[in-house]
């Protein structure tokens, strides 16, 4: 789907609430009557599909963590009402409890009325021009049809692209993701989502195939130290990983698989964990049958195996030389064997 349904779409919504659209982007809705603006705090006024006595928790999204910043409980209709100011707008999170999915709202100072529907997506969005984008292209981001170089592209000073160039670096190589971000207006130097994309990159640019593999901060299950050194004279696949990471599981079965092979061939790998419950980790390990050197850095995105590594998503894949010199990196484990 393009953008331009996505639009439609999106002014099927205000339709679909009210009898006249109120103003949102440009593209969504030509009433600009009653167009919102700017203030000196946000309102949210929401309705949520669950029972009262739940609660409604709002996140901060900023440097890759979630912070909370408000609960209140649902009243017998499903209401909630939250009031607070922003330092610069940012994108916050809504989440039933304190758990299960996110729904994304890029919040401005300004009032914003919703309603949520059942899958936790928004079936009426009231807003300022800036949330409007924001939900556009997280929609297609959610479908799978945000073309970030061709949206830069085309509007390369917008923050809201800032935030999801940021957010999915992972998908990109080094050379692609730094032409991207140069791509950008100079206005965005200073967006909060850009000074943390940079850092990354200046720690991806040590960290290209040819250099040394950088030591960490690592201990084993018994609180002994490892070390990547420890490896020298054989093949080292790193693996980055988490015991509560979906896709980190999933791809279980074919790490095991690739050491029962390549175990005897000079092949060793290292699971470097960013679990932060240790039981949890220990458990994890023993289900999925780990029988390699495990490592863990805890601190999850601020740990120093994450920082020093420039994650931005796992699993994540490294494969080392003899010599602990970087082979290649990959989020996908079968590019990054290719390499061996």
Not at 30 to 55: F, L, M, N, Q, W
Not at 113 to 131: A, K, M, Q, V
């Amino acid at each position: 789907m393009n953008k331009i349904l996505y639009i439609v779409a999106l002014s099927a919504l205000w339709v679909g609430c009210q009898n006249t659209a109120p103003a949102g982007n440009a593209s969504t809705s030509g009433d600009t009557s009653d167009k919102i603006t700017i203030g000196d705090h946000y309102i949210i006024d929401g309705t949520a599909p669950v029972k009262e006595g739940a609660r409604i928790f709002l996140y901060q999204y900023k440097d890759r963590v979630y912070t909370p910043v408000d609960s209140v409980a649902l009243d017998s209709q499903g209401h909630f009402h939250f009031e607070g100011k922003t330092t610069e707008p940012l994108v916050y999170a809504l989440r039933l409890n304190g758990s299960g999915k996110r729904a994304h709202l890029y919040i401005e100072n300004s009032p914003i009325s919703l309603i949520l529907n059942p899958d936790w997506n928004f079936e009426f969005l009231r807003s300022s021009d800036g949330t409007q984008v924001f939900e556009l292209y997280n929609r297609m981001a959610l479908n799978n049809a945000l073309d970030l170089p061709k949206e830069i592209k085309e509007a390369p000073a917008s923050p809201q692209l800032a935030y999801f160039l940021a957010r999915n670096a992972y998908r990109y190589d080094f050379p692609t993701l730094s032409a991207l971000r140069k791509s950008l207006d100079k206005s965005l130097d200073n967006n909060p989502y850009i000074k943390e994309l940079d850092l990354a990159l200046e720690q991806l640019s040590k960290i290209q195939p040819g250099a040394e593999a950088p030591e960490i901060d690592l201990v084993d299950a018994q609180g002994k130290k490892v070390s990547l050194k420890d490896f020298r004279g054989k093949k080292l696949l790193v693996d980055f990983w988490a015991s509560w990471c979906p896709d980190c599981r999933k791809a279980s079965p074919e790490l095991v698989a690739l050491y029962k092979e390549q175990k005897d061939k000079g092949l060793e790998i290292l699971s470097i964990s960013l679990d932060e419950d240790t039981a949890a980790w220990q458990a994890a390990i023993a289900k999925d049958q780990y029988t390699w050197p495990q490592a863990l850095a805890k601190g999850v995105w601020q740990s120093d195996a994450a920082l020093t590594y420039a994650l931005r998503w796992i699993p994540t894949y490294m494969l080392l030389d003899k010599d602990g010199k970087i082979l290649a990196r990959d989020i996908q484990l079968s590019s990054v064997i290719s390499e061996r």
